[in-house]
């Protein structure tokens, strides 16, 4: 029988709904980040940078871009005879088909995919969070301890510790209390979503939750393994985490990457980050083109001004385009004279000549005030947007749109073109 001291677990089938129109066609660990990568790049460097070599990547909405990003795992060295990446949707069994319920749950019918390596440990991990972080030692802390499950934890201010779940511990990071979104928090240690589980511990306790409705780690697994007596503690994590589960705090982590001396460093010799690379041409600025703090793709065009941005692989932008405080991901075009501020636009759209995107003063978008915020514009993959039109903030659109849906050519701030199929 094969024996791995430690398999990972990546759950990266969320569908990411706080991000909008950005994940209508794609999975949220699939968007694009900081001009070449992807989310789920995050994760699976951190792994074989912390020797982690069999990763199980349980996928399930809109899983194709994710399946051919990560391949056979060639860029992070996971393609293994014995281990590497493996790719785990939800399958028909021979009684019934079932989709993934709960982060719980989804574990649980890969059984199957763990017992075949018989680890002594299981690390859990999401798909979605931008950080670096080596699994080794947060597994010596878990040995050291003798734990049977440790939680990475990271300290919050206290005025945000309602966002979180959040620990007790005592002097030693046993975890005494778990408080799940508390309005008076008595701590600030929140849970990052990443555990270390002693395999037995972990297979027992999802056996005997496994008739759980949307069985959950935080909500069920840890509790009950609690309740039961198992050893859970806390090991504190003190770099940089960023949850990018908002359209801000995704668009905020991009912009970081651009600061002078950036807080979260993508160049590290000794942490590098991988991912897919496709084979393009090097970038091509006109010599009355202006850039100024920008992370440039491969094979991006630029004819125009672009300040403090994030542009991605294949990008053309035309003459006299102005483009600031903005993410464009790959392969989209901005037309001349167009004018972007603080905007989102997805993959593969068509943004036309003599437009204005990010105009006016702020309103709350009306159909989805809690998604669309913070004076952003956001453009789905895919979208077009015709010459001539004005798009206010706090906006979404997706879609190929003609001037026919911009009344006197242009769109309010608040207001959401949602072409027919996509839902936001």
């Not at 970038?283 to 403090?308: F, K, L, M, P, S």
Request: overall charge negative.
């Amino acid at each position: 029988m094969i024996k791995k001291e430690m398999i990972a677990m990546l759950l990266a089938g969320g569908q990411g709904s706080r991000l909008g129109v950005l994940t209508s066609s794609i999975a949220k660990p699939a968007v694009s980040f900081g001009g070449k990568y992807r989310i789920i790049d995050f994760p699976l460097s951190n792994c074989i940078n912390s020797g982690v070599d069999t990763v199980g990547v349980l996928t399930q909405y809109q899983p194709l871009r994710l399946n051919t990003h990560i391949g056979i795992g060639i860029p992070w060295d996971l393609d293994r005879n014995i281990g590497g990446v493996s790719i785990l949707p939800p399958y028909e069994k021979s009684t019934n088909a079932e989709w993934y319920s709960g982060t719980a749950n989804a574990i649980f019918q890969n059984l199957k995919y763990m017992e075949y390596y018989n680890p002594e440990y299981v690390l859990i991990l999401g798909g979605d969070h931008i950080y670096k972080m080596d699994y080794e030692v947060m597994l010596d802390f878990h040995k050291s301890n003798n734990a049977d499950i440790t939680l990475a934890t990271i300290p919050v201010p206290m005025e945000e510790a309602s966002r979180f779940g959040v620990v007790i511990t005592d002097d030693k990071r046993r975890i005494l209390e778990f408080e799940e979104k508390p309005p008076k928090p008595r701590s600030n240690l929140a849970s990052m979503g990443i555990y270390i589980f002693n395999w037995k511990v972990l297979r027992q306790a999802l056996i005997d939750l496994s008739e759980q409705p949307g069985c959950d780690f935080g909500k069920h697994i840890i509790p009950y393994c609690h309740e039961r007596g198992d050893r859970v503690f806390a090991y504190e994590f003190n770099g940089y985490w960023k949850d990018v589960g908002t359209l801000t705090s995704y668009w905020e982590s991009n912009m970081e990457l651009i600061d002078i001396v950036p807080e979260f460093n993508l160049y590290e010799e000794f942490w590098k980050i991988y991912t897919k690379n496709d084979v393009t041409p090097p970038q091509y600025i006109a010599a009355d083109a202006v850039v100024e703090r920008c992370i440039i793709g491969e094979g991006t065009e630029i004819y125009g001004r672009v300040y403090n941005s994030v542009i991605g692989a294949g990008v053309t932008i035309g003459k006299n385009a102005e483009v600031h405080d903005s993410i464009i991901m790959k392969n989209t075009e901005i037309g001349d004279n167009t004018k972007v501020n603080k905007a989102i636009i997805a993959e593969n759209c068509v943004i036309g000549f003599d437009s204005e995107l990010g105009v006016g003063e702020e309103a709350t978008n009306v159909k989805f005030p809690k998604i669309y915020t913070d004076g952003l514009v956001t453009i789905g993959e895919g979208s077009v947007i015709p010459n001539n039109v004005r798009i206010g903030k706090n906006t979404a659109i997706s879609g190929g749109t003609t001037l026919d849906d911009y009344p006197s050519g242009q769109l309010k701030s608040g207001e959401s073109i949602i072409k027919a199929g996509d839902l936001r």
